[in-house]
T-cell receptor
Framework: GDSVTQMEGPVTLSEEAFLTINCTYT??????LFWYVQYPGEGLQLLLK?????DKGSNKGFEATYRKETTSFHLEKGSVQVSDSAVYFC???????????FGTGTRLTIIP | GAVVSQHPSRVICKSGTSVKIECRSL??????MFWYRQFPKQSLMLMAT?????????EQGVEKDKFLINHASLTLSTLTVTSAHPEDSSFYIC?????????FGPGTRLTVL
């Protein structure tokens, strides 16, 4: 079945550091890929998505590129801020299937 | 656009009582909504898929008689936790699909005493 493997946390970085959170997936066909962010005590917010190979999703300075050859969708940001502290979830939905398969989540803490 | 709300945001109840949680899509119609449960510092566990006008589809291991789901309209799904016990204490999150993307509600923190 479909699965998502995500970089284990927690991750602690200093403000303005470069961020990478790795995400790889296993799926049949051509899934859509997502990054969601969860701030403390809140639900999940869609951060970005990509629906086909080589697509790049971007939002709020975060980027991720759908790499079919490496089955990856790594999240990057050039300069993180304290307000980026949250838990980040990589997820996929299979072709023609609305259900989401989530990674385990990566807790990110940015220190001033 | 694509805003999903949940009510209540927090609820505390006594063991043996039932609790209803509402999930609404505010600016779009959703034939399908999903209910998740999240334990502290863990990922989301899909409980069931709620289909407007028909019975919900439950994931393996989820008791359908304990977690009653009703999707009476295209903008409202409800989850009722019946005869709640302390082990049902958790963070419950719903989502609704728009344009092949799931949008999540803010979650409901249930505490059963």
């Amino acid at each position: 079945g479909d699965s998502v493997t995500q970089m284990e946390g927690p991750v602690t970085l200093s403000e303005e550091a470069f961020l990478t959170i790795n995400c790889t997936y296993t799926a049949t066909g051509y899934p859509s890929l997502f990054w969601y962010v969860q701030y403390p005590g809140e639900g999940l917010q869609l951060l970005l998505k990509a629906t086909k190979a080589d697509d790049k999703g971007s939002n709020k300075g975060f980027e991720a590129t759908y790499r079919k050859e490496t089955t990856s969708f790594h999240l990057e940001k050039g300069s993180v801020q304290v307000s980026d502290s949250a838990v980040y979830f990589c997820a996929l939905s299979g072709f023609g299937n609305e259900k989401l398969t989530f990674g385990t989540g990566t807790r990110l803490t940015i220190i001033p | 656009g694509a805003v999903v709300s949940q009510h209540p945001s927090r609820v505390i109840c006594k063991s043996g009582t039932s609790v209803k949680i509402e999930c609404r899509s505010l600016d779009f119609q959703a034939t399908t909504m999903f209910w998740y449960r999240q334990f502290p510092k863990q990922s989301l566990m899909l409980m069931a898929t709620s289909n407007e006008g028909s019975k919900a589809t439950y994931e393996q291991g989820v008791e359908k008689d304990k977690f009653l789901i009703n999707h009476a309209s295209l903008t409202l799904s409800t989850l009722t936790v019946t005869s709640a016990h302390p082990e049902d204490s958790s963070f419950y999150i719903c989502s609704a699909t728009s344009s092949n993307t799931q949008y999540f509600g803010p979650g409901t923190r249930l505490t059963v005493l």
